[in-house]
């Protein structure tokens, strides 16, 4: 079954770090999306993509967060100047049909920001 | 801003006994999905509801999606040990903006 690969698994950068995160969405699916998941916590929505562009973002995803679509494969995830409380799970997603529609999302990426 | 309430948020239960959960809002939801969330692991995808009224099965588990959108519920029946897990709804209010999870239901089953 096709899935959506998220590496690195684990990450622990210093606070004031620029970090990427990256993420290989479905081959043949055209949405992107970033949640992240504060431990204990609900997850919460950053960010979807689609055609090249941000399709919506969430008053988490500030000016220290960017994403990318660099080449055909790889969505990726930056945080310009990490802080502590950035320290999540971080999950991409993609889905084939649209924004609402049968998301697969990658097993995640741990950042500890210290 | 959409807000997504899910009840009961802990769940413990013997093997082989029914349960339902809940997710609720004001909101309208143009769709709405269920998934399952193990420990350290990205949710996965159980089912996705879009029509008022809406009723699908997987197996053992039984969707419902309210009339008016707003509401949907999650049923298992003579749930397995199998079925533990953190059980979440996401919903979509309308074609501008992306979907947003509940906080779950924290399903444990005893053998």
């Known amino acids: 079954e096709p899935e959506v690969t998220q590496t690195p698994s684990h990450q622990v950068t210093q606070m004031g770090q620029e970090v990427i995160l990256r993420c290989v969405p479905i081959?043949?699916?055209?949405?992107f999306y970033w949640y992240r998941q504060i431990l204990g916590q609900k997850v919460e929505f950053l960010v979807s993509?689609?055609?090249?562009?941000?399709?919506?973002k969430s008053e988490i995803f500030d000016d220290q967060f960017s994403v990318e679509r660099p080449d055909g494969s790889n969505f990726t995830l930056k945080i310009r100047s990490t802080k502590l409380e950035d320290s999540a799970m971080y999950f991409c997603?993609?889905?084939?049909?649209?924004?609402?529609?049968?998301?697969?999302f990658g097993s995640g990426t741990r950042l500890t920001v210290v | 801003t959409q807000l997504l309430e899910q009840s009961p948020q802990f769940l413990s239960i013997q093997e082989g006994e029914n349960l339902t959960v809940y997710c609720n809002s004001s909101?309208?939801?143009?769709?709405l999905q269920w998934y399952r969330q193990e420990p350290g692991e990205g949710p996965v995808l159980l089912v996705t509801?879009?029509?008022?009224?809406e009723v699908k099965k997987l197996k053992r588990l039984t969707f419902q999606f309210g009339d008016a959108r707003k509401d949907s519920s999650l049923h298992i029946t003579a749930a397995q040990p199998g079925d533990t897990g953190l059980y979440l709804c996401?919903?979509?209010?309308?074609?501008?903006?992306?979907?947003?999870f509940g906080a779950g239901t924290r399903l444990t089953v005893k053998p």
């Open positions: 996401a919903g979509r209010e309308n074609n501008n903006n992306d979907m947003r």
């Open positions: 509801v879009v029509t008022g009224g």
């Open positions: 909101s309208v939801f143009s769709s």
């Open positions: 081959s043949n699916h055209l949405y």
């Open positions: 997603a993609s889905s084939e049909v649209g924004r609402g529609y049968g998301y697969t």
């Open positions: 993509f689609y055609n090249n562009e941000i399709s919506e």
